[in-house]
């Protein structure tokens, strides 16, 4: 089991960019990992956003996000990065990173350790 932790979610104006990372602690990831993110707005069911293969880097995102998003992973700080752009109210949400094994999930209950999260407000 590892731990992690979100932090970069903070408000920002609509069309801006925002980098959110995750990172593990007490312990590391592990090739057989893969790190989805989720987000969850006020009064909505959790979503997927994307998700990263720590193995290959390999990555998949929702439709909404994937000329916008992108993931990307720092072996060395054990941190996996979400950079957003041109973000949209609808972005708003608290952030999840979570962690999978082996394939690329987009469902939440595939996953099995998760963060806190990290507050994202894009005002418009």
């Avoid at 731990?3 to 104006?13: D, F, I, K, T």
């Avoid at 109210?89 to 963060?115: H, K, L």
């Amino acid at each position: 089991q590892v731990q992690l932790a979100e932090s970069g979610g903070r408000l920002v104006q609509a069309g801006g960019s925002l980098r959110l990372s995750c990172v593990a602690s007490g312990g590391t990831f592990l090739i057989r990992d893969v790190v989805g993110w989720f987000r969850q707005a006020p009064g909505k069911e959790r979503e997927y956003v994307g998700a990263i293969r720590w193995s290959d880097s390999t990555t998949h995102y929702r439709d909404s996000v994937r000329d916008r998003f992108t993931l990307s992973r720092d072996n060395a700080q054990n941190t996996v990065h979400l950079q957003m752009h041109s973000l949209k109210p609808e972005d708003t949400g608290v952030y999840y990173c979570a962690a999978a094994r082996y394939y690329i999930r987009t469902s939440s209950a595939e996953y099995d350790d998760w963060g806190q999260g990290t507050q994202v407000t894009v005002s418009s």
